[in-house]
């Protein structure tokens, strides 16, 4: 396959991990690891979700942020040309907002971060605030559903993947992610109701594949927050019989750990190794490798 794999990580319901899930990925792809067989990739992270929370998980002040996703959305149609360039945040800027965002948070150690506590060949185009209203600006635009997809097309090239996280809905910022990406990601938190809301986002992205997009795939499912019980362990067997190999077999645990990472600046697998004292880390180093996997058979097709 030519050109980069964009995967966009999408589910309408809030509260599913979607955004922690997409950012480790897009860590543990960056850094590689040996021990896991993941080779070290250059990745884009595109946040499409208004609440910016991509920007704050790597410890960056949103209120120094510069230009954003919005300025790039409305360019050339209500407001100036603006490059991609001007809106990326790179593996510099994040490394050092992560070290500050820990010596913030860490006031009392005195060695300071870290030495582990730093990114490469990770990029970030964040969001803010200000991309609530574009759903509104762009209703009643000709082309509104690919606005993200013309944004980005002359920089994804430098990328080897390129994950956008979405906001929980269905709305135009979504859709615009689905046109943009020929590969979705679905967070599934194992609870009861979470199967049945899988019906109404596999129809949007059935109906985004035969409108605008037939080379859009599902690229896996993951089951998110998932507890000992015997609730988890019926919503895994549903699944697993529903989507059969499309589904992940990590499960990624819920643990205070990963909930908390971002209070230190940092995803949880940049924060903590993967070991059995970090049981969080290691689910999603372990997801990491199941996609890495992927991504090698798809870079390999013809």
């Not at 960056?30 to 910016?52: C, F, H, V």
């Amino acid at each position: 396959m030519a050109g980069p794999v964009v995967i966009a990580v999408v589910n309408h319901k809030g509260g599913c991990g979607k955004t922690t899930t997409a950012v480790n990925l897009g860590a543990a792809l960056a850094m590689g690891n040996e021990e896991y067989g993941i080779q070290p990739r250059k990745i884009l992270m595109i946040d499409l979700d208004p609440k910016g929370n991509i920007a704050t998980t790597f410890g960056v002040d949103k209120k120094s942020l510069g230009t954003t996703m919005n300025e790039l959305f409305k360019a050339g149609i209500d407001g100036p040309e603006v490059r991609i360039e001007e809106c990326i945040i790179g593996p510099k800027q994040l490394t050092k907002s992560m070290k500050e965002a820990f010596v913030r948070q860490n006031p009392e150690r005195k060695r300071g971060p870290p030495k582990g506590l730093e990114i490469e060949n990770l990029w970030l185009l964040p969001a803010d605030l200000d991309l609530a209203g574009i759903e509104i600006d762009l209703a009643t635009r000709i082309g509104r559903e690919n606005r993200l997809q013309r944004a980005i097309q002359g920089a994804v090239g430098h990328f080897d993947v390129v994950i956008v996280d979405t906001p929980a809905s269905l709305g135009l910022l979504t859709v615009n992610a689905l046109v943009a990406s020929n590969w979705v990601l679905i967070p599934v938190q194992a609870e009861f109701y979470a199967l049945e809301n899988m019906s109404q986002l596999m129809n949007t992205v059935s109906d985004v594949q035969k409108a605008v997009n037939p080379n859009l795939r599902l690229f896996g499912i993951t089951l998110t927050m998932v507890q000992r019980s015997k609730l988890s362990g019926t919503v895994a067997d549903q699944a697993r019989k529903h989507f059969g190999d499309r589904l992940f077999e990590t499960e990624i645990p819920r643990l205070v750990a990963i909930a908390e990472s971002p209070l230190d600046g940092a995803p949880i697998v940049i924060g903590q190794k993967p070991n059995k004292s970090n049981p969080g880390s290691a689910a999603y180093w372990e997801l990491a490798r199941e996609a890495s996997k992927r991504i090698n058979r798809i870079q390999e097709s013809p």
